[in-house]
Nanobody
């Protein structure tokens, strides 16, 4: 079992930055790909970014490409999502998730989820 806890969300003005953290416990994150997703009320959870267990491969949704950066520190058992140039449309609850094996953009392919952290971007 892997337990994930997100932190770092908050209220920020448009153009600002936040860094989300995803701390794991229970098992080492080595060998787990990490995905970042977001969700607004009444909408489906959508893919934001994913990073391989080595940290060498990352993929992003078109809407965040060039603004968000996924990274990880396996020694600290923690993954990060650096979010720059935030826009009001980035407002959502952000979740990290873990899966054994390769990166994936599909919500249903992840086995472990955090509780989410709210990000609110004001205009």
């Amino acid at each position: 079992q892997v337990q994930l806890v997100e932190s770092g969300g908050g209220l920020v003005q448009a153009g600002g930055s936040l860094r989300l953290s995803c701390a794991a416990s229970g098992r080492m994150l080595r060998n787990y790909a990490i995905g970042w997703f977001r969700q607004n009320p009444g909408k489906d959870r959508e893919f934001v970014a994913t990073i391989s267990w080595t940290g060498l491969n990352t993929f992003y949704a078109d809407s965040v490409k060039g603004r968000f950066t996924a990274s990880r520190d396996n020694a600290k058992n923690t993954a990060y999502l650096q979010m720059n140039s935030l826009e009001p449309d980035d407002t959502a609850v952000y979740y990290c998730a873990a899966r054994e094996g390769a990166t994936n953009e599909n919500v249903g392919r992840y086995d472990y989820w955090g509780q989410g952290t709210q990000v609110t971007v004001s205009s």
